[in-house]
């Protein structure tokens, strides 16, 4: 749970250090604001990836599962400034799958904590591998960072992708190359994504 008195002092010292009067009609409200929405944008630092991928379901044949243009908003943990996009993520059941849902879950559980991208990319595919046990898993993150296109070096429209492959997508290339036909070279980069 988050501590809603720290932050609510933290903005306020925040909102000084920048020269701003804190008892302004507008700012009055702010610290009180920000900290409930900390508390829902940080809620996966309470949150266990096993809780959702617990509950599986037994499959005869071991087909390729994917789950693309996952949307999620996560916030970058050295400028503490959003990135958000898109996750892909596909993986080879040995006997069992789980809920499509759960693997959108998987992905909130991640994104709801202060994060960067390469690292929220391997700890999806791991969750993934250690919970359904699956002869390989596949994930692929494709976002926009803020603080990459609103100040530094200012690229808007700039994607960052990351890929972390386990068991046979990591492999075998002919499972890779799978995901990525039916990921589909020109849906890659979504097109509402852009602003
Ligand atoms: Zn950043």
Aim: hydrophobic share 40%; with cysteine.
């Amino acid at each position: 749970m988050v501590d809603q008195r720290k932050i609510e002092e933290a903005v306020r010292l925040l909102l000084e250090g920048i020269g701003e009067d804190v008892n302004r009609e507008g700012l009055r409200e702010t610290p009180d604001r920000i900290a409930r929405m900390y508390g829902e944008i940080f809620a996966g630092m309470d949150e266990n990836a096993g809780e959702h991928l617990a509950k599986t379901f037994a499959v005869e044949s071991n087909e390729i599962v994917l789950v693309k243009n996952i949307t999620f908003y996560s916030i970058c943990e050295h400028h503490l400034m959003p990135f958000y996009g898109k996750a892909h993520i596909a993986y080879l059941p040995d006997g069992k799958v789980v809920g499509l849902s759960k693997l959108a879950r998987t992905v909130e559980v991640y994104a709801r904590r202060p994060q960067i991208q390469e690292q929220m990319t391997s700890q999806i595919v791991e969750a993934v591998m250690e919970h359904l046990k699956p002869q390989g898993a596949i994930v692929m993150l494709e976002a926009e960072h803020l603080c990459m296109t609103m100040r530094g070096v200012e690229k808007p429209g700039s994607r960052t992708m990351t890929l972390a492959s386990r068991g046979c997508f990591q492999e075998e290339p002919k499972w890779q190359d799978l995901f990525f036909r039916m990921l589909g070279e020109d849906k890659v980069f979504n097109q509402d994504l852009a602003m």
